[in-house]
T-cell receptor
Framework: EDKVVQSPLSLVVHEGDTVTLNCSYEVTNFRSLLWYKQEKKAPTFLFML????IEKKSGRLSSILDKKELFSILNITATQTGDSAVYLC???????????????FGQGTTLQVKP | GAGVSQTPSNKVTEKGKYVELRCDPI?????LYWYRQSLGQGPEFLIYFQGTGAADDSGLPNDRFFAVRPEGSVSTLKIQRTERGDSAVYLC?????????????FGPGTRLTVL
């Protein structure tokens, strides 16, 4: 059965700290891995990763994928209170001949950044 | 359109009642997805529409759940004979291209509470 596991489940840091969130997966026919940030309601898209070893960056956030070891990390540097949220990792897998694009999510990591 | 919208934002119902949840995708998006998110968990896939047809409904938990997208735009998720275990946030997402070729953008969700 396809699954995605995130760690840690929760994390408390202080402003200015750097954090690393982990996502490991076991899926058949991997297509892509995505990171989302979820505050109150809608998950908002952060990154889509398809190739190993290529870092994607957006401001203080960056992410990289290792398709050999089947994991990804999300780094946040110089954290701010506005980074407090649940960070979701999801994997998309091919589904035979018809690819639906459905996402398999991990449980999420709850990050709290204290002033 | 601006983004994916969902109505109502909150729905409280009694066990055994019928409910309908509505999703308005981003204008021009071909693909539409429904997910369900229980407290402390990541979203779980329910159903995927490509245009008007349900291309993958493998995530629907049982035959009390049904969804339609008659004109290839707005979608309605219908739940018959609701049970307390149906309580969750129901998220809708859309993407420009079908079959996972593009990023999924999520709506704010409908929080369903079954008393």
């Amino acid at each position: 059965e396809d699954k995605v596991v995130q760690s840690p489940l929760s994390l408390v840091v202080h402003e200015g700290d750097t954090v690393t969130l982990n996502c490991s997966y076991e899926v058949t026919n991997f297509r892509s891995l995505l990171w989302y940030k979820q505050e109150k309601k809608a998950p908002t898209f952060l990154f889509m990763l398809t190739s190993s070893g290529i870092e994607k960056k957006s401001g203080r956030l960056s992410s990289i994928l290792d398709k050999k070891e089947l994991f990804s990390i999300l780094n946040i540097t110089a954290t701010q209170t506005g980074d407090s949220a649940v960070y979701l990792c999801a994997v998309e897998a091919f589904n035979g001949s018809s690819n639906t694009g459905k996402l398999i999510f991990g449980q999420g990591t709850t990050l709290q950044v204290k002033p | 359109g601006a983004g994916v919208s969902q109505t109502p934002s909150n729905k409280v119902t009694e066990k055994g009642k019928y409910v309908e949840l509505r999703c308005d995708p981003i204008s021009g998006h071909t693909a539409l997805y429904w997910y369900r998110q229980s407290l402390g968990q990541g979203p779980e896939f329910l159903i995927y529409f490509q245009g008007t047809g349900a291309a993958d409904d493998s995530g629907l938990p049982n035959d009390r759940f049904f969804a339609v997208r008659p004109e290839g735009s707005v979608s309605t998720l219908k739940i018959q004979r609701t049970e307390r275990g149906d309580s969750a946030v129901y998220l809708c997402a859309s993407s420009r291209l079908a079959g996972g070729e593009d990023t999924q953008y999520f709506g704010p969700g409908t929080r369903l509470t079954v008393l």
